[in-house]
């Protein structure tokens, strides 16, 4: 699933932006920002030092379901604040790739 969202932290006045590229449940209860926000909330919690109670909030932008897709070249990481890949586990032993501000993150 492809997810564009916008986020806000605490602490931070503007909205931040961010994409998801990877698998996510089709019985999500709370809704897909809630599921969403499930997924980048470690990343954020670290990033930005938050403590595990901190209100993150995310507004979905659109989100694209199919099993196999091109998601966009590499330079997209640098349209994003968070720019989160989780890949199925590869040959080399790497699920994901995450982007911060376009620098690569690992949490």
């Given at each position: 699933m492809i997810?564009?969202?916008?986020y806000t932290v605490p602490n931070?006045?503007?909205?931040?932006?961010?994409?998801?590229?990877g698998y996510v449940?089709?019985?999500y209860e709370d809704g897909l920002d809630m599921e969403v926000m499930r997924l980048i909330f470690p990343i954020l919690q670290q990033y930005y030092t938050l403590s595990?109670?901190?209100?993150?909030?995310?507004g979905i932008l659109s989100h694209y379901r199919?099993?196999?897709?091109?998601?966009?070249?590499?330079?997209?990481?640098?349209?994003?604040?968070?720019?989160?890949?989780?890949?199925?586990l590869t040959m080399d032993g790497k699920s994901?790739?995450?982007?911060?501000?376009?620098k690569p993150y690992t949490v």
């Open positions: 997810i564009t969202f916008i931070c006045l503007t909205p931040l932006y961010g994409k998801y590229v449940t089709d019985d595990k109670d901190a209100t993150v909030t995310v199919k099993d196999s897709i091109d998601y966009c070249s590499e330079n997209e990481k640098n349209a994003f604040t968070l720019l989160y890949c989780k890949w199925p994901s790739e995450i982007f911060m501000n376009g």
